[in-house]
T-cell receptor
């Protein structure tokens, strides 16, 4: 089955810096890759996603890149702000797209 | 739309007790999921359903049962709770791509 690895587990940056979180997946048939943000005590919420027929997608300060050959995808946050502090999860769909397999999460801390 | 709701929000059980967690969605979604979240381990899938009357095992199904008698509801049962089942439980639903999560249930088993 699909296996998703996520790095780093924690990331500390200064406000205004960029942050990059990386994930690798094992199943070459996976075709959907969402990113979720979870604030303390809250539910995970989708912030951006990408399909396998697209190499990059951008939404304001966040972007996701996908390298299908290498089976890895990354989340890029530019001009970080304290409110970006949260846990971020990557995920990949299984074959048949019935379910998602999640990475173990990255705790991002943005210091003012 | 209320989206995805979960009942209860918090619960404390003693070892061996049973309980049922209720997930409800009003978005007419076909797919529903139960996850547990433990520190450092992300979201692990317990069971899921691809439609009314269907259920399937996820990554960590042992000790749990589920039922999807109505499209809008997905129930997660613990027949004999164990301390290892102390966790935060999230329900989610989806129709096309995006999974929408409920607010979570924090369960403690003593």
């Amino acid at each position: 089955g699909e296996n998703v690895e996520q790095h780093p587990s924690t990331l500390s940056v200064q406000e205004g810096d960029s942050a990059v979180i990386k994930c690798t997946y094992s199943d070459s048939a996976s075709n959907y890759f969402p990113w979720y943000k979870q604030e303390l005590g809250k539910r995970p919420q989708l912030i951006i996603d990408i399909r396998s027929n697209v190499g990059e997608k951008k939404d304001q300060r966040i972007a996701v890149t996908l390298n299908k050959t290498a089976k890895h995808f990354s989340l890029h946050i530019t001009e970080t702000q304290p409110e970006d502090s949260a846990v971020y999860f990557c995920a990949a769909s299984d074959t048949g797209f019935q379910k998602l397999v999640f990475g173990t999460g990255t705790r991002l801390l943005v210091s003012p | 739309n209320a989206g995805v709701t979960q009942t209860p929000k918090f619960r404390v059980l003693k070892t061996g007790q049973s309980m049922t967690l209720l997930c409800a969605q009003d978005m007419n979604h076909e797919y529903m999921y139960w996850y547990r979240q433990d520190p450092g381990m992300g979201l692990r899938l317990i069971h899921y359903s691809v439609g009314e009357g269907t259920t399937a095992k996820g990554e960590v199904p042992d000790g749990y049962n589920v039922s999807r008698l109505k499209k809008q509801n997905f129930l997660l049962g613990l027949e004999s709770a164990a301390p290892s089942q102390t966790s935060v439980y999230f329900c989610a639903s989806r129709n096309t791509d995006t999974q929408y999560f409920g607010p979570g249930t924090r369960l403690t088993v003593l």
